[in-house]
DNA sequence: GTTACTGCAAAGCTTTTGCATCCCT
DNA sequence: AGGGATGCAAAAGCTTTGCAGTAAC
């Protein structure tokens, strides 16, 4: 985890992110991280080593990352926003019960006919599945 | 429109929703809106009528449909929630540059291969597909 | 030395809530 | 008449912003 970040410190420099402590701490927490964390999750996660921490910092670094192409907003939540480090498009699983989000690894081929694109030039698409997880279920 | 609320008021009886003036005129503003209004979008619009409207009627409405499965909420636009009156499931169109939100009408075949389902038992899915509109486009 | 980030507090928006009053059924 | 809806104002969440001080480059 750790190395996964030094190893992309030459990355991070390139794209003009100027590597703070506080931003390693965020970069270090949402590696492969696949809970779709919220600001505040965040928040929490990185106060425990930084406990000086602001919100601002959280919100203003989401911000850059977002833009910088490095980090994917979910609009998936309706109570809050939540973020997604892997930012190949993939597609996710949604528990009615729990609110849980997972990721789907596979590939989904999704296509819509021309005659249904209303003038749009389609560059991307999110498939959303709702439904129970095992864990609601077994209850 | 006027007529088929009226049409549609034994519907709402039929639902215990004791049909005020302010969500009637809440209903009509709804009954086949294609624009994804948001609470303020509402409340404009039926401010006209009653000047008198509380945000906090329109909000208490909205949730007394979404319950009774007459209103869908979306979770699409990161900045506030948005609803459509068109409750039967079905896909959109959205526009990176002006932030239109279109229906798609063509039904999608969306399937997911049971091993990528991770357990869930799947019940209803919604597609996203991301680009420019023709306008945006034009210019 | 510059530039850009941090932290704090305040403000901005959207949405919810409590409560007295009102009105649909 | 009774139960639910309305309207108002206040509060609650989440997110953004301004600014002075500070740290990365």
Redesign the interface.
Known sequence: MKISIANNIKKYRALGIKLTPQRLAILEYLDGNKNHPSAENIYEAVRRKFPMMSFATVYKTLETLKQKGDLL?L????LR?RYDPSTKSHHH?I??TCKKI?D???E?P?S??D????????????????????EC?SR
Request: one cysteine or more; glycine letters at 8%; a negative charge.
């Open positions: 907003e609009t998936i939540d309706p926003r699983l528990c009615n997972v789907i690894e596979a989904l999704v819509i006919p005659k249904a694109k209303e003038g749009f030039e389609v560059t991307g698409n999110h498939v959303e599945f709702y439904g129970i997880c095992n279920r």
